[in-house]
């Protein structure tokens, strides 16, 4: 059993018909209830939604202060190679993208670190582009030896691994896995993974599986909005995370709303998918799933994202960087997309602060962690 | 008779102990603690970072507290014995509130690896304060490995729900040789009360002080209503009927 088959299954409903069927009545039903079903997840992703937009997100909130209090946890992404073999159509680090791919050397590593966790950055997001010739499990590592010097808690968002490739990093230090699937629709998932190991739906489906299997602590999913029907892609993720909680009790699978940003090769969203779309998303989220973290990226602006904090969102990432060496190095690589947000961790802090809500920065002391930590 | 309430061979004269996460600003603790008086506070040790001089929770937290550091996000013993001897390294004392949870959905303690890291590290000399789901037969391992009060849930963490396992509770209470503190679930004074009342020896609050509009007014009211069930308990809570009764109706006649 793998979610693929849930997937399969869930695929041949009727959402059109559904979504289009649901009455305001449903609808308020659903904001008296506790506990949501599948259906009603559906029902919140739905056109009738709209007008009671305002009523959800007071419940979204609550619910959130309630779980997770006034508080935003903040990671910083750091790219350590843009190497990349495949072709996907909305990414700068494609391999049809002609510019100098960079890859950080361990000194280099130890610069971007330094800089990183001088600004206070404790939890850290490893990223590379997909090449099993430039960024290994064994650079990965070397990586992960170097970064636990500075940070107490590492995650890795890199190509898909198998699941005794995860255990070997978990044992280096590694705390969780982000994996998005980019796009729930296998049909529209082979239009926009043209070449390449990215290309085989079903391992990267299998993939936040693999990672709780590998007893990972964190595992976090998403689909990028505005490659297909966002309503539809948001609740297969919903589903998703519910399908790895039930069977991982012990695994927190946390979720992403990434969206389409510009970025190198011109690509323009299959998909609009407004704001208005996109709190309704969130909210979808939330009110599902109370009490899974929710990661807001910096692909969002700066004004919407502090619209955001109290809707539901648990993590954001603050003054990052998408290029490889952006931390550091001066003009070393190409970003992968745009960042909206470009404050910087000071900047962040201060505006939850004025939010009413309260950066933090350590939420785990990973494994080898000095005592002083 | 003195109403002493000893943990650890401490003597406290509060029975309200009070958490240190969700609160929307750091800032608050101080206020919170003096309002409402209490003495012992609990600390997530893996949000503690002594490195870093602005976002340090400890700089909050006056000298004479005692602190409570708890292993939150462990999910198993050997994970929350690393914690504990982590908060001891770091200079933040022998107590520690042991919790080890590996359901990431109710957040329910884990009893089986609660038991393992309570004997593990009263025998490295810890105070060791376990919060788990409450279970007659487990409370009674843990008093017996060591255990210095045991913390039974009142419901979920964070949950809000109250006082919901109080049956369980009450007979923790009447068999438990150490301390019962009851720790997470209760959302509002009346039932931090009802547990005191049910003769619990002290009650943990969070969430319902740290979400609340005002933490300061919410932790000194949570501090009243705890002292008042405790004077409830210690006056005898009288029993309790539907009907109203006459004072003797039985034996009046005999006046």
Known sequence: MSFYHVYKELKLFDFEGFLNSVTSNDIHRIMHKELLNEKDFLMLLSPAVEEYLEELAQKAHQLTVQHFGKTIQLFNPIYISDHCVNHCTYCSFSVINQFKRQKLTMEEVDREAKNLASMGIKHILILTGESKLHSSVAYIKKTVEVLKKYFSSISIEINPLDTAEYKELKEAGVDGVTVYQEVYNEDVYRDFHVKGPKRNYRYRLDTPERGCQAGLRSVNIGSLLGLDNWRKEVFFTGMHAVYLQKKYIGTEIGLSLPRIRPHLGSFKPRSEVDDKAFVQSLIALRLFLPRSGITLSTRESAVFRDHLIPLGVTKMSAGASTEVGGYSLEALGTNQFEISDERGVRDICDALYKKGYQPVFKDWIQSSCPPVL | MKDELIIGGVKLNNRLFIGTGKFHNDGVIPDVIKRSMVQVITVAMRRVDL?????????????????????????????????????????????????????????????????????????????????????????????????????????????NRGFRTKELVRIMIAESKVPIVVDAGIAKPSEACEAMELGADAVLVNTAIATSNNPIDMAEAFANSVKAGRTAYLSGVGATTLEARASSPLTGFLT
């Not at chain 2, 462990?74 to 919790?99: S, Y």
């Not at chain 2, 957040?107 to 890291?117: Q, R």
């Not at chain 2, 309570?118 to 017996?144: N, W």
């Open chain 2, 51 to 159: 490195r870093s001089s602005e976002e340090n929770i400890m700089n909050f937290i006056s000298k004479d507290m005692i602190l409570l550091p708890n292993t939150s996000g462990a999910r198993t013993a050997e994970e929350a014995v690393r914690i504990a001897k982590l908060a001891r390294a770091a200079g933040l004392g022998d107590w520690v509130k042991i919790e080890v949870i590996t359901d990431q959905k109710y957040l329910l303690p884990d009893n089986y690896e609660t038991l393992k890291a309570t004997e593990r590290l009263v025998k490295e000399g810890f105070v060791v304060l376990p919060y788990m789901s409450p279970d007659l037969v487990v409370a009674k391992q843990l008093e017996e490995v060591g255990a210095a009060a045991v913390m039974p849930l009142g419901s979920p963490i964070g949950s």
